[in-house]
């Protein structure tokens, strides 16, 4: 379980002048279909949250490839055809690999909540929630169908990224994946198509984030050991040598 404070991360440095200085994210860049683990990895990253590989949060969550993926994991599921009208990924519509329940298994301090597509009517109303999340510095995934945001729609084409800021009237987004900029500018009326053709279905909407204040029990991993007490006695000894 975690213990003590995290240290948030934010990214603000006015030294910096080959990125956008006022994005509330540091990007990451994912393996091919985990575009879901790595943009959490993002959240996680910026509250401070000790990281696991995106492949094992993947995993947990349903990522499946094509066969001749295969070659780029230690482990993974492998289907000939997409799993679901989805695509390849992850799977989180499917109750055994549903967000609450693979944080609490992994012990990460995260609670997870969906507004749907179909709640999602109007360009205001998607404005609206993301300005909200913004306005709370609260986080935020966006699942859509890429190909509509790409320009033309594409079956099985769902894509996830994380939400950062209202430029303008209009949504940027960190991206992690290895072709696409990393902070994209979308129109609201292209965003809210491409999540509304991604359909309920398809977990297709926002993906709301929050910090848990309690622990979650989970397995210790290596970026989390040292938060137990102090070494007593002979472990004292075994240090000093």
């Known amino acids: 379980m975690m213990c003590g404070r995290v240290q948030k991360h934010t990214m603000n440095p006015p030294q910096f ?126 699942c859509f169908n890429h190909g509509v945001v790409r320009g033309s729609y594409k079956p099985s084409s769902g894509h996830v990224a994380v939400f950062d800021r209202i430029v303008e009237g209009r949504v940027r987004i960190v991206d992690a994946s290895p072709v696409q900029p990393k902070w994209r500018i979308v129109e609201p009326a292209v965003l809210l198509d491409a999540i509304q053709r991604h359909g309920n279905v398809n977990s297709g909407g926002i993906w709301h984030f929050t910090v848990l204040q309690t622990p979650v029990p989970g397995p210790e991993s290596d970026a989390m050991k040292g938060c137990g007490p102090a070494p007593t006695g002979d472990a004292r000894e075994r240090i000093r040598r």
């Open 17 to 142: 002048k080959a990125v956008p200085t006022d994005s509330r994210y540091v990007p990451f860049t994912q393996q091919t279909a985990c575009c879901v683990p790595t943009s959490i990895q993002m959240i996680m990253y910026r509250r401070g949250i000790p990281l696991i590989p995106a492949e094992e949060l993947g995993y947990h969550l349903g990522l499946t490839v094509p066969p001749d993926e295969s070659v780029l994991f230690h482990d993974v599921r492998t289907a000939d055809a997409p799993p679901s009208a989805a695509g390849y990924g992850t799977q989180i519509h499917n109750p055994a690999y549903e967000p609450n329940r693979v944080f609490a298994e992994l012990g990460i301090p995260l609670q997870f909540r969906m507004t749907r597509a179909d709640a999602l009517r109007t360009e205001n109303d998607l404005l609206v929630e993301l300005d909200s999340v913004e306005r709370d510095d609260r986080d935020a995934l966006l």
